[in-house]
């Protein structure tokens, strides 16, 4: 199994999938177990001189004022984890847990927390051996970090809690001992530096987002077929247009657009069948343009979280110094992951005006609802439903966790940022959005039908031969949930986009 060498720095938004969902192995660099140890140091030199020192011989949050003597720092720890074990909701899927915990690592051995490096290794070792804490979803404010959900993975490093292991949810200290783990016991500073970061909304929307750029290709793809299945004008993708208006996401999509439908015999030119598309095709660049720039500027920020320090309080040994500051704070994340959202959810909103296009005569020369036989047959009337209902509960997903806040903690921590919300929210448009996408995958191709395969683009023509590989042309009536399912498959599996871009190169 290939490994991944952790140094805080450098991790790659790819390297987070390996590991979340390839199961790659992890290891702490040579650099970064320097650093780690010459922090550990600092911190034991002030726990020994008894520095009134917050979050080390302190309390948290409203307590900060409460010394803690040296008798008491390992309960300390224990109490805080415990205490704030306070999640609720399903559980986070196995991925984002793996995810959670690489990035926590990598948070922590940038040598800012003064944790010991033992305690890492038990991180790394249910890392690698596959112990999975159960971290419920809900119950994260997005600031002081993830708190609560966070210190349900601790429990389990702690031997507490619940854990996924081999596939069975059992008790966090059987899991640990059948995996060979030895539980730790968490001294000073320890509980605090595990808990205290953006990891769990970082996880989730950095997983959305690399989800979220294939996903934007793929809907490029299914709009192609879309263009051509309703003899889409070809002039809207002019270089010349786009250039005159110079946004990257606009001009990349036109690029897309044109390669994807290159050789096509069913699209048009502009007044040899009509003058003007309806806007869902006409302007294509720009919609999905605007949602690729916003995507673009949510991977820079999830880029830079993925290797930030997220702790407080913060430790310079190099300084001597320990700054009680607000690095925890998700709000750079909460307004990236809700602009993500928002971007996905109007994805599926121009998706769904197409498959109408499709289906309703009025607005084509196809047959009602693509179908021969109509009357008898319903077609692919409740398609339309489907994507409909998606694309209305995406707009309510879509309303911005960020600008929410409630005080906690007596009111000392009177802002947060409510960004682990925004990242779910993300991840649940995303779900929605891509059940459109696969939704108008497979209309297009019923609508293409109607024309002559044969014509088709040279990208196009390859989505097409997957899709019916797949699902077959709609002759009469039959249940349509199965051949949802199996479309829904070709998009999460990336199937479609590898075929196209084994054909034409690279989307961008």
């Known amino acids: 199994m290939k490994t991944i ?7 790659t938004l790819k390297q987070l999938i390996q590991v979340a969902r390839e199961g790659y192995l992890v290891q702490i660099s040579e650099a ?57 909701g399903k559980h986070f899927p196995e991925e984002i847990v793996r ?12 040598g800012y927390s003064g944790i010991r490096l033992k305690t890492l290794h038990n991180l790394v070792q249910m890392l690698n051996k596959r112990v999975h804490p159960a971290i419920p979803e809900k119950g994260s404010l997005g600031s002081s970090g993830d708190l609560a959900p966070l ?19 059992i008790k966090g200290n059987e899991a640990m001992s059948a995996a060979g783990i030895q539980p730790v016991r968490l001294t000073s500073k320890e509980g605090l530096a595990l808990i205290n970061g953006t990891q769990v909304l970082t996880a989730v929307g950095a997983v959305t987002t690399y989800d979220a750029i294939n996903l934007m290709k793929t809907a490029d793809i299914s709009a192609a077929l879309t263009f051509e299945a309703l003899k889409g004008i070809m002039d809207v993708f002019d270089e010349k247009v786009h250039a005159v208006r110079n946004h990257t996401g606009q001009i990349a999509c036109s690029k897309n657009l044109a390669r994807i439908l290159e050789g096509s015999g069913l699209t048009t030119k502009q007044g040899e069948v009509k003058l003007q598309d309806s806007y869902s095709l006409r302007c294509l660049p720009q919609i999905h343009g605007a949602s690729k720039d916003a995507i673009d500027y949510v991977l820079d920020k999830v880029n830079k979280e993925i290797n930030a320090a997220t702790d407080n309080p913060l430790i310079f040994p190099d300084d001597e110094q320990v700054i009680s500051c607000g690095n925890f704070h998700g709000q750079p994340m909460a307004l990236a992951f809700d602009f993500l959202g928002i971007a996905l959810a109007e994805l599926a909103n121009s998706a769904e005006r197409r498959i109408e296009r499709l289906v309703n005569p009025s607005l084509s020369e196809l047959p009602a609802f693509l179908t021969e036989k109509g009357g008898v047959n319903s077609g692919f009337m409740i398609m339309q439903y489907t994507a409909a209902a998606l694309v209305s509960e995406n707009k309510i997903l879509a309303h911005p966790a960020s600008v929410d806040s409630i005080p906690s903690s007596g009111n000392q921590e009177d802002h947060v940022s409510m960004g682990t919300i925004a990242a779910r929210k993300a991840n649940e448009i995303l779900y929605n959005t891509r059940r459109v996408i696969a939704i108008e995958l497979m209309t297009a ?16 023509k390859e989505a097409y031969k997957i ?11 039959r249940i349509m949930y199965v051949d949802i399912e199996k479309s829904i498959q070709l998009v999460e599996n990336n199937d479609i986009l590898k075929a196209v871009e084994n054909t034409i190169g690279t989307l961008i």
């Open 32 to 88: 970064a177990v320097e650093k780690v140890n010459q922090s550990r140091a600092y911190v034991e030199k002030l726990v020994t001189e008894e520095q009134v020192v917050y979050g080390i011989t302190t309390g948290f949050g409203k307590f900060s004022n409460v010394v803690i003597s040296n008798g008491q720092v390992e309960q300390l720890q224990d109490n805080l984890i415990r205490s704030h074990a306070c999640g609720v």
């Open 467 to 477: 899709i019916r590989q797949n699902i077959t042309k709609l002759e009469e009536d």
């Open 445 to 460: 191709a019923q609508g293409i039908e109607f024309s002559n395969p044969d014509k088709l683009g040279k990208g196009t």
């Open 99 to 110: 995810a959670i915990m690489l990035l926590r690592l990598n948070a922590l051995v940038k």
């Open 151 to 169: 210190s349900h993975m601790v429990l389990v490093m702690m031997g507490e809690g619940e854990a996924y292991y081999k596939g069975q949810l």
């Open 5 to 11: 060498i952790v140094d805080g720095n450098n991790l």
